[in-house]
């Protein structure tokens, strides 16, 4: 795919939508780093649903601590894997409190060094709450980079690397918010909703549903 057709595509897509955000709800970078590792393997409604609850109590590393791991476990229980997850978001508060001040870290190396935060996570975060140029790639966004040929590669990293490189440096702030929905709710995985896609002209798949 040219520069030409990938500054077209999202050239659409700012104009369709001009101020894309997350569908996890949060007010604060420390909410939106909750709302995130909850979000591994769960929906982001599921999601919602939990923390909505979650951050009426309790939104600062320090008010998670004083809840308590048992009643963090019992605020998420309707999020897959919420064992596991209550376990790292309740140990990320401690190193949060004890090493940072209460404070979310704006750099990569201490986002990544929280339990249950990974590239990903720190990506989304980094983006979404500090207005950072980095991209989340998760499943659709994978899936989409490679079918579209927006930004071809053989895993994550390489496709993020990928988009770095190739979305027009205008668009690329939000490019991860885009990619996301279109890979959501119209290139899903089985069955592409390629008639109801502003930029299936532009796309190199060659299996479109038209």
């Known amino acids: 795919m040219n520069k030409d057709k990938r500054f077209e595509i999202f050239r659409r897509w700012h104009a369709e939508n001009p ?12 909410e939106l780093l909750v709302a995130v590792t909850l979000s591994a393997q769960s929906t982001d ?9 979650l951050f009426e109590v309790a939104n600062t590393p ?29 140990a990320a508060c401690q190193i949060l409190v004890e090493k940072h ?4 870290p704006e ?3 201490d986002l990544e060094a929280l339990p249950g935060v990974g590239r990903k ?11 950072q140029l980095t991209m989340a790639v998760d499943t659709h966004i994978f899936r989409l980079s490679n079918r579209t040929g927006i930004a071809k590669g053989k895993d994550v990293v390489e496709v993020e690397k990928g ?7 205008d668009f690329l702030l ?14 899903v995985a089985r069955k592409p909703r390629c008639a109801a896609c502003n930029i299936s002209d532009l796309c190199d798949f060659k299996e479109k549903n038209l």
């Open 19 to 30: 101020h894309p955000k997350t569908e996890l709800n949060f007010s604060s970078p420390f």
């Open 45 to 53: 409604k599921g999601v919602n649903k939990a923390t909505d609850k």
């Open 62 to 90: 320090q008010a998670i601590l004083d809840l308590g791991q048992d009643a963090l476990r019992e605020h998420i229980k309707t999020i897959g894997l919420f064992n596991n997850k209550a376990k790292n978001v309740y």
């Open 101 to 104: 001040d209460g404070k979310v």
């Open 107 to 109: 750099n990569r190396a």
């Open 121 to 131: 996570t720190a990506n989304v975060v980094l983006n979404t709450a500090f207005r």
């Open 163 to 169: 988009l770095l490189k190739h979305v027009p440096k």
């Open 174 to 187: 939000d490019a991860h918010h885009w990619l996301i929905l279109h890979g959501r709710y119209i290139c």
